[in-house]
């Protein structure tokens, strides 16, 4: 898929901005905030409503846009050309009263729920910061794993939903339960619902993680020069089939649930797991078993690079894992995604960096940002739309 | 506080502040409603105080059915027509005027002014839960044993959750204890459905 044309108002340093975008690849250069980033960004919230990183909704919108209007408002626009012909997205946000934000959402001028998004428009975005996936808290990775499933699952989204809600409700009846005495049933019924879509949540996170380590492998394999074996490994907080130690085979179908557990068996195991954890549980006022504490881990040559890779090891399992995305996503809806690359060549060597160009070479569409165009080879750049962006205006580089 | 102008009576500010108390209206429409009511006749503000007063006066919990009434017990309970032996169970007042509007049900109701929800510190003891296990357990008073009970509340997360505690609650009682149909509206159509509400009713199907 393609976007056509980008239509941002009071969007981050934006105060109007109307860009028709090429397919294929685009460079958008630009000193540093000057907004290139937030451009990526705005592309990002039209295609999963929210801000990569958790940036706040109101943060979306301009800066300054309250001393104009007593209830300031952004609205992205992006007109799509899908393979199933072409699609308007549009999201507006306004400061309501009461500080309350208000979200609409329309597809095709008409308004629909956030989960109607799924699908409408699918990027891979990879900032700079992302190379802390690897090594950062496990809470980076289950964000990585629902931001990409949310794009392509519209039945994860539900799943994750429904159990975020009664996990909330869940934990605030135990922290209750420091203070009176609840009643079992009252803490069962939450199980209730709580358990199936748990283990609705994690099935759909272990097949796609399972999905995107079989794609990430060989393109880790060839970025590595054939010397590392990259392996994601799907780590569920809750596990009835977990391996006695922490010592990953290869070749594992790690796509499937464990060997001899089906959906059921998964939720009398929960349940059992809860019911084990159910005095801790009390104890502590919050839920400690469950998806919300699951994991997951970047293995090359049988070492955690979480824990023992370099730098250099982390920032490629990344860009592996950024890449096997997008063949990820296109298997999943049946479309190209856009692919969204800040400011990540200027941390790649010569050779990696040759290995990605040459890897989004004939994507349909992806654009790029940096701070120096001179980083790209001169072949590249000529194929390449140019934009340059200064104090939040962009303009078109005529070409040649 | 929203900030009026300080060069208002008031009897003026009074009535704007407390209107803006009210769910759904801020500072700008209490503003627009006070001055409505300072320009419109006296009759009618003095008419919207006695209804606001009498509100609170002359209105109680029906001691069956805990729905607001004037009389003690309420005029469904008291209804020698109804069906004592089937209690559907709601969230809201407002609900049992939608259940009666059907003028499909002929039982009586019992409200229990909320759901369960500890993220908002509302147990089943905040609600008439242990008023509506009363009821199943002695029967309506006259020795009618309650057959079924009829669970009503919203197909929300926190609608579900009360009405399985509740079905918990019930069980042993001798009362059939049944949940409302979930599926697709009357006059819908299939392709606006969305997926939860279709393979719902798919689930809920019936012969013909």
Known sequence: ?400 | MPQINKTLPPSVTRLIDALSQLPGIGPKSASRLAYYLLRAPAEESVGLADALRDLKARTRFCSICQNITESNPCDVCTDPTRDRGVICVVEEPLDVTAVERSRGFTGLYHVLHGVISPMNGVGPDDLKVRELLGRVAAGPGEGTPVREVILATNPTLEGENTAAYIQRKLAGSGARVTRLARGLPVGGDLEYADEVTLSRALEGRQVM
Not at chain 1, 72 to 84: E, F, G, N, T, V
Not at chain 1, 88 to 103: D, P, S, T, V, W
Request: glycine content about 8%; proline content about 5%.
């Open chain 1, 1 to 400: 898929m393609i976007i056509r044309h980008l239509s941002l108002t009071n969007v981050r340093l934006y105060a109007r901005l109307e860009l028709d975008l090429p397919g294929g690849l685009s460079i958008i250069q630009g000193d540093n905030a000057q907004g290139k980033t937030s451009l990526l960004e705005a592309i990002y919230y039209l295609a999963t409503s929210h801000s990569p990183h958790g940036t706040l909704d109101r943060q979306i919108i301009r800066w300054g846009a309250e001393e104009e209007a007593p209830y300031p408002y952004a609205i992205l626009k992006s007109d799509l050309q899908r393979r199933d012909g072409p699609h308007m997205l549009e999201i507006g946000i306004q400061r309501a009263e009461g500080n309350r934000m208000r979200k609409e959402i329309r597809i095709d001028h008409i308004n629909k729920r956030g989960i109607d998004l799924v699908g409408q428009l699918a990027v891979v975005l990879f900032l700079p910061g992302d190379v802390d996936l690897v090594s950062g808290a496990p809470a980076l990775r289950r964000d990585y794993l629902d931001d990409a499933l949310s794009q392509v699952d519209a039945g994860y989204v539900r799943a994750l939903e429904q159990y975020n809600r009664a996990l909330t409700q869940r934990n605030a009846l135990l922290r209750q339960a420091q203070e009176r005495r609840i009643d079992p049933d009252e803490l069962e019924v939450w199980n209730d619902q709580m358990v199936p879509a748990g283990v609705e949540v994690a099935l759909r996170r272990r097949e796609a993680v399972g999905q995107l380590t079989r794609l990430a492998a060989p393109v880790h394999r060839d970025l590595s020069n054939n010397r590392e074996y990259l392996q994601i490994v799907y780590q569920p907080n809750f596990d009835p089939a977990a391996p006695p130690s922490t010592t990953y085979q290869l070749e594992l179908d790690n796509t499937r649930p464990p060997t001899g557990m089906d959906s059921a068996d998964l939720q009398t195991a929960f349940r059992a797991a809860l019911a084990e954890r159910q005095r801790d549980e009390m104890a502590r006022g919050m839920t400690l078993v469950g998806p919300h504490r699951d994991d997951m881990r970047f293995i090359a040559n049988g070492i955690d690079l979480g824990e023992y890779g370099s730098r250099g090891q982390q920032r490629t399992a990344v860009l592996a894992l950024k890449l096997a995305e997008v063949s990820w996503m296109r298997d999943r809806i049946g479309d190209e995604p856009v692919l969204l690359l800040d400011e990540v060549l200027a941390e790649l060597d010569p050779g990696r960096r040759q290995s990605l160009l040459m890897r989004i070479a004939n994507s349909h569409q992806t654009i790029v940002t940096t701070t120096d165009i001179n980083r790209f080879d001169q072949d590249f750049v000529r194929k390449a739309g140019i934009f340059t962006v200064n104090s939040g205006i962009v303009t078109k580089n005529a070409q040649g």
